[in-house]
């Protein structure tokens, strides 16, 4: 594949079915933090990943705190994909959440139905059985 978005990225599909797929790439991080967006002036300095060059107007996250973000979309085992991004925010300043429950992201990785498979088929992608934990610890 001839896209420089992509060159030695790790991506992590948090969505698979008959419209496509949607992932984020979980190796590359963002030239600014969270509390640099004006939205989020007021947060902690919290670090932001490059999710894809899809809507970078927009922020995506996962996370492993079910019990304290609602929401969510279990994706798999103890990960779960979105809720209320201004909580999940109020709750690292807090210290209730840290690195290890969440990564935030800004924009996507999309597919339309059967263009990943193709892309996979003619090599521009190696599938890899990674512990979805270890995102969290980038």
């Not at 809507?55 to 304290?68: A, G, S």
């Not at 290890?100 to 992201?105: F, G, N």
């Not at 193709?118 to 610890?137: P, Y």
């Amino acid at each position: 594949m001839d896209d420089p978005n992509f060159e030695e990225v790790t991506i992590l599909l948090t969505e698979y079915n008959h419209d496509g797929a949607t992932g984020f790439i979980i190796n590359k991080k963002f030239h600014r933090r969270l509390n640099e967006l004006e939205e989020f002036k007021s947060y902690g300095n919290i670090p932001l990943y490059e999710g894809g060059p899809v809507d970078q107007e927009h922020l995506y996250f996962i996370h492993r705190r079910p019990d304290l973000l609602k929401d969510g979309q279990l994706i798999y085992e103890d990960v779960f994909f979105g809720g209320d991004l201004h909580q999940a925010v109020a709750l690292v300043d807090e210290k209730m959440i840290g690195p290890q429950d969440i990564k935030i992201w800004i924009g996507y990785c999309g597919w339309a139905y059967g263009q990943l498979e193709a892309e996979i088929e003619e090599g521009s992608w190696q599938l890899v059985d990674k512990k979805i934990t270890s995102v969290f610890h980038e």
